[in-house]
């Protein structure tokens, strides 16, 4: 029987970029391993805030994250650390650049 792998979709640039991450793998690490960059990369340890994305379907879970980079408001939007992001199903995501003046907010979010 084979390990679990998801499917992880970047939308960003021309063109999407997918790449399968392995259960219990952190995003950015599989991106790395798979040779894709659709992604940015820094510290690796969720403390830089380089690799922020924001999920737009799919479930996961994430590791400890800086406050500064993803605030509790953040990760209820969907923000997290691409170091830091565990996928549970196949997910999409987008990279969501640092912008500490901007942070998002539960009233930001349309639906």
């Keep these: 029987m084979g390990a679990t792998t998801y499917r ?40 830089c805030g380089t690799c922020r994305i924001e999920v737009l379907q799919g479930r996961y879970t994430t590791g400890r994250m800086s406050k500064r980079f993803v605030t509790d408001d953040a990760a209820r939007l969907g923000i997290a650390l691409a170091c830091r992001t565990f996928p549970d199903t196949d997910i999409v995501v987008r990279p969501f650049p640092v912008a500490p003046e901007t942070q998002p907010t539960a009233s930001d979010r349309t639906t």
């Excluded at 790449?19 to 952190?26: I, K, T, Y």
Aim: charged content about 20%.
């Design 8 to 47: 992880c979709t970047v939308i960003a640039g021309d063109a999407p970029v997918s790449f399968d991450v392995a259960a219990q793998r952190p995003v950015l690490h599989e991106m790395i391993l798979r040779g894709q960059r659709a992604l940015p990369v820094g510290c690796r340890g969720g403390g």
